[in-house]
């Protein structure tokens, strides 16, 4: 049984950090591309970064370069997202999911699984 099961969410005040982490299980993790996704209530799903099966590419929405970093601990099948600098425009439901492959890992159509979501909320 496939399960992405993301943690780490919660309360960050403007300018601060949180880790979010996604623990997969029931399909090869180590070799499959990875993406994080992130939703707002009434828009559809934006794509937020991508990491190949080595981690030896990574890729991000223009909207996070540079503030948020994406990682994979493969022998603990884990995906990681790393966010700092966190800003206003930042809260929604933050996805992790299964892409078909590194050309894909932008169209959340093309993703295989995805997960429930952790909630991301940005206040002073």
């Known amino acids: 049984q496939v399960q992405l099961v993301e943690s780490g969410g919660g309360l960050a005040q403007p300018g601060g950090s949180l880790r979010l982490s996604c623990a997969a299980s029931?399909?090869?993790?180590?070799?499959?591309?990875m993406s994080w996704a992130r939703q707002v209530p009434g828009k559809g799903l934006e794509w937020v970064s991508g990491?190949?099966?080595?981690?030896?590419?990574?890729s991000y929405a223009d909207a996070v370069k540079g503030r948020f970093t994406i990682s994979r601990d493969n022998a603990k099948n884990t995906l990681y997202l790393q966010m700092n600098s966190l800003k206003p425009e930042d809260p929604a439901l933050y996805y992790c999911a299964k892409a078909k492959g590194w050309i894909h890992i932008r169209d959340p159509r093309q993703y295989d699984y995805r997960g429930q979501g952790t909630q991301v909320t940005v206040s002073s």
């Open positions: 029931g399909f090869p993790f180590s070799s499959s591309v």
């Open positions: 990491i190949s099966c080595s981690a030896s590419m990574t």
